[in-house]
Nanobody, 125 residues
Framework: QVQLVESGGGLVQAGGSLRLSCAASGRTFSNYAMGWFRQAPGKEREFVAAINGVAGITYYGDTVKGRFTISRDNAKNRVDLQMNSPKPEDTAVYYC??????????????????WGQGTQVTVSS
């Protein structure tokens, strides 16, 4: 079992920056690939970014590529999402997710086994 707790959400102006964190507990963190997803009201859940456990290989959704950066610190059991130049359309609840498999990298939410409770990000224009 893996427990995930997101933090760092809030209100940010468009063009600013915000850093989300996800603290993980319960298992060997490096054995898990991690992902960030988001869901805006009335919209489907959207893939944001993912990072695998061993090599730290990353992958991004097209809407955030070049603006957001995912990173992890296996010693601290933490994965972060640095949001630079956010736009109002980035407003959503952001979720951290984990799946067992140090070398995998998934973009589909149904491949992940563990989810955090979510943190709200609101980008004002």
């Amino acid at each position: 079992q893996v427990q995930l707790v997101e933090s760092g959400g809030g209100l940010v102006q468009a063009g600013g920056s915000l850093r989300l964190s996800c603290a993980a507990s319960g298992r060997t963190f490096s054995n898990y690939a991690m992902g960030w997803f988001r869901q805006a009201p009335g919209k489907e859940r959207e893939f944001v970014a993912a990072i695998n456990g061993v090599a730290g290989i990353t992958y991004y959704g097209d809407t955030v590529k070049g603006r957001f950066t995912i990173s992890r610190d296996n010693a601290k059991n933490r994965v972060d999402l640095q949001m630079n130049s956010p736009k109002p359309e980035d407003t959503a609840v952001y979720y951290c997710a984990a799946v067992y498999g140090g070398s995998v990298l998934y973009t589909r939410g149904n491949r992940y086994d563990y989810w955090g409770q979510g943190t709200q990000v609101t980008v004002s224009s």
